[in-house]
Nanobody, 121 residues
């Protein structure tokens, strides 16, 4: 059973930075796509960034140039470096994994519990 556990959320002022981490365990296949998603109160969940098994990445337009998705060499820890944060980035952030697709609007198979990011002005 694949498990994902996020950490690193918190409160930060606008313009600040945070790095989220996601520990992934229970891998059966090496070709999983990993991604970060977020959901703000009253809004639909949205894809933030994804990274495929070869290291290829894709980002939502709203975070391009500010956020960076990466993973460690083992592929067991996923990161999201978030810079120049704004109040619009306030949301619950989730990491997710999927064997079959690696696009932002795909409903991934496996999800973590989420970590809260709050950006104040």
């Amino acid at each position: 059973q694949l498990q994902l556990v996020e950490s690193g959320g918190g409160s930060v002022q606008a313009g600040g930075s945070l790095t989220l981490s996601c520990e992934v365990s229970g891998y059966t296949y090496s070709s999983y796509c990993l991604g970060w998603f977020r959901q703000a109160p009253g809004k639909a969940r949205e894809g933030v960034a994804v990274i495929d098994s070869a290291g290829g990445t894709s980002y939502a337009d709203s975070v391009k140039g500010r956020f960076t998705i990466s993973k460690d060499n083992s592929g067991n820890i996923l990161f999201l470096q978030m810079n120049s944060l704004t109040t619009e980035d306030t949301a619950q952030y989730y990491c997710a994994a999927d064997r079959y697709a690696c696009v932002l609007d795909h409903i991934f198979q496996h999800w973590g519990q989420g970590t809260q990011v709050t950006v104040s002005s």
